[in-house]
């Protein structure tokens, strides 16, 4: 016993000596931060990302995850870019847009009728202005956006069979002015929560009902504290792959083209991935006891119209941003 605990001692030691260049620190360490369990597709590639990026730059950029709110939310991680506490964080557009108001654009209500609409807008203008925007706010966004998915609704009750089901329902929504706007013009009562508060205020029933894509009902967990989920299709929601100013300047042009060729790449496999796992996961959740219904989108539509949620937000996105968002889905 007491040999093996002298044997266990001496291997570090051994390793650095047989292993010099894996002990030195890298020259450029690069803290990311999100909001995903381990599990999301988004995770899954950023690790392939940090892995490719370790090895073509020879390991002088190493960057570290800190995945599923280990940072803390949503709000704590905005924060934590725009200081340069941590270089990466992948924001949905719903939640940078409290810092880009902008951002927001791609979520307006039932904009987008499939995904060729939305890589078409998002690689293009409507993309290019949200970019802008958040360049302006001193922050990096790399060109290709990442996928969360299409937003629907579920309850720990009834299924929302139209828009008239959602009269006073209690549900949480990300912190977006837009969110909690959208769901007040249907009648809701939504509160703003960080995603990392979510699975416990279901499960508590501080709220009824939630909104997220589907894959990430799955990895969270969300069945577990939910009944049904209709299939809205409400909002198309999308990450943005950002970096704080000050350090992605500082890094040389030849890492920042290795870093930005590796996450770039890497999120369009992303969006192949989320596109694969939505052909199975309904039938995943339906075997794990969720109930599924398709409303059709006329009645929410209708109710939005008529509470004057679009003639708002066009107004407040203006004629540049809503001409593009038209642009690619058409008039809405
Ligand atoms: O908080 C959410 O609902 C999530 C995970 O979809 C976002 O990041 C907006």
Redesign the pocket.
Known sequence: RRGALRTAAALPALAMLGAPRLARAAEFELKYGN??PLTHPLNIRSQEAAERIARESNGRVEVKIFPNNQLGG?TDMLAQVRSGAITFFT??A??IATLVPVAAINAVGFAFADYDQVWKAMDGKVGEIVRTAIGKAGLYAFDKMWD?GFRQITTSGQPISDAGAMDGLKIRV?V?PLSISMFKALGSAPASL??SE?YSALQTRIVDAQE??LP?IQVAKLYEVQKSCALSNHIW?GYWFIANGRAWRGLPADMQKIVSDAINDAGLKQREDIRTLNQSVVDDLKSKGLSFNSPSPDSFRAKLRQAGFYKEWKERFGPEAWGALEGAVGTL
């Open positions: 909001n995903l949503d924001p949905s719903l939640v969360n990300p977006s960080q995603f979510v997220n894509p990430i929601d």
